[in-house]
């Protein structure tokens, strides 16, 4: 498709944020023209894990979480296309004071919320997923509610639906330089020519900060590396078996494929500098390490025998970006009028981004939205976090053994 003139929207990037933004745009009979320097869909997005949580201890991200899981369950009504939803329901496992001290906080969150939760035996826990020996576990919270999906699905079936609803689709298009005039933006130059827009949102994933700089606009946010394994099929495994997480490892184990997918968050993940990737990398290029995994495995595998001795049959990774409070950055950003930034998704924003997509567009179109995205704007960092050696320490923290945050 050539490059349009001018766009009522732009929107860079079409991971999970940016397709679900195009795609309520559209459904709202906006012009928007989706880019991506890349195929469609195909970076982060698409390596993701799929699970899906609801509970969060902010409020603003509880009711994104609610609305975001509830429509990724009824994706094929709305969509015409399914994202293989499994309500599978969660487990999550302490063994510590400290972990189950946090279990239970995060219990009285999902009650306060309306969230069914509640704690189960280690028994009914290895009843529900044969293939977790919980040993010596504290406490043990289960969430019927939660799920899991295939994450393969989720961008691109926003990208295409928006496609089908009008939005201009444009895949190998990167943004090179975001046009401004007088304190708002005006359009996006791409190699292919410029696009004259009232309305442009950065959503370039690991890119975001460099697609904002380009402006003048600090998005503080650092890129780090996440990774998981699929292994062979294991006798026993089941679709509608929980999702089991182990809080002070931060792993987390459930079905895929007829096997087990496994994935953690290590204490010192790679830092990923974007300004420093050459021109037309590619996330399938991200050097993965299996050694991180494996190590992660040695620590629970008494939990988890099955994946002592399974062989890996897909391992993969991506390049999530982090925040120094772990919280996405979404909204508008002061100083530019007409700029908007959905990033920092905090290895959690496949299942966010049918809410995201949906406040942005109302953001945009009607200048609100419900709930109001302001707590999440990036105006929360302004003057701070300036220098990248912080900013890095706060990001890789947040990171680590992420569960325990
Ligand atoms: C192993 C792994 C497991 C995960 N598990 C989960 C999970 O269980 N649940 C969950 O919710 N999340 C999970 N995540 C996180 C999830 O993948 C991300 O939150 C989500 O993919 C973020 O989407 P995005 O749109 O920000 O980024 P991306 O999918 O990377 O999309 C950004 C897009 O912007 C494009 N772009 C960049 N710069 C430009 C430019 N200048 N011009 C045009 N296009 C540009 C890129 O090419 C890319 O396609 C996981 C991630 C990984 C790696």
Redesign the pocket.
Known sequence: MASPRTASVVV????????ATAYHLARRGADVAL????AL?????P??????SKADNMPVMARLRDEACEALARFEDEMGRSVDFHRSGSLKAAYTEAGEARLHQGLDTAHGLGIEARLITPREAERLAPHFKPGDARAIGHVPSDG?LD?AKV?IGFATRAGELGARLLPF????ELIQSGGRVTGVRTKDGDISAPAVVD??????A??AAAAGIRVPLVPVR???FVTEPIEGVAPLQPIVRLLEASV?VRYEQGGLMF?GYEDQPRVIDAAALPPGFD?AQLELDLGVLRSLVDEVAEHFPALRTARVAIH??????MTPDGRPILGTVAGLEGFYV??G?C???????PAVGRTLADLILDGKSDPDLGPLSVERFRNRWDDTAGLTEVCVRQYARRYTR
């Not at 298009?173 to 090179?176: C, S």
């Not at 993969?316 to 970006?321: D, L």
Request: with cysteine; proline share 5%.
């Open positions: 860079i990037g079409s991971g999970a944020f940016g397709s880019l991506d320097q890349h869909a195909s970076q982060t997005s390596r993701a894990a799929g699970l899906t899991w994450p961008a298009t990167p943004a090179v959503a370039a994933g690991a890119w975001t460099r697609v996440h990774q998981l987390y994935g996330i993969r990774g991506g390049a999530p970006t959905a990033s998704c290895v959690g924003g496949l299942s966010l981004s």
